[in-house]
């Protein structure tokens, strides 16, 4: 059996809840910093990406869970899913270097990381689509990942846009 709901089910549960717990918190502690996130490009599109990133891996965790699906259902459902937020996560930092974005914030080895976990989930759903085992393993991996790395992402953007104590 390629996917077995019920091996998978306690690993769904606990990164979409996670990432659900983790979503409020960043929206939070964003809304605290509203001002110097919008002010700044690579700030505004780090949270957009940062949120669009936590949503999908809540998205991919309750898509999985739904009863009913077999393998091919979730790779499709996982392609769709982490593709719409790769092309976020990436055209968000295209944007911030267009529009002039603070430059210590854009930094290109995070911006490859973050690329290399989706295009990694990308290729586990297309392998779990074609029937590959791997796929899936290969897929969860790089989605436990990718949340770790937006934790520090969203820690980088809240130090980033604290206010100056000297000020």
């Known amino acids: 059996m390629v996917y077995d709901p019920a091996q998978w089910h306690d690993f769904f549960v606990m990164v979409g809840g996670g990432a659900a717990a983790l979503t409020g918190l960043v929206f939070v502690a964003m809304t605290l910093n509203a001002d110097a996130i919008t002010q700044d490009a690579a700030h505004r599109y780090r949270a957009i990406g940062t949120l669009t990133g936590f949503a999908s891996a809540f998205v991919l965790s309750a898509l999985a869970l739904m009863g009913g699906q077999d393998y091919r259902a979730i790779g499709v459902e996982w392609l769709v899913v982490s593709g719409i937020a790769a092309a976020v996560y990436v055209a968000g930092y295209i944007q911030a270097i267009r529009t002039g974005g603070s430059q210590a914030a854009i930094r290109v080895g995070r911006v490859v990381f973050g690329t290399a976990c989706g295009l990694t989930e990308i290729f586990g759903a297309i392998l779990l689509i074609a029937g590959q085992k791997v ?22 953007l809240i130090v980033w846009t604290r206010p100056d104590p000297t000020d």
């Open 135 to 156: 796929g899936l393993y290969l897929a969860a991996v790089a989605l436990v990942v990718y949340v770790a790395y937006l934790i520090t992402g969203a820690w980088l």
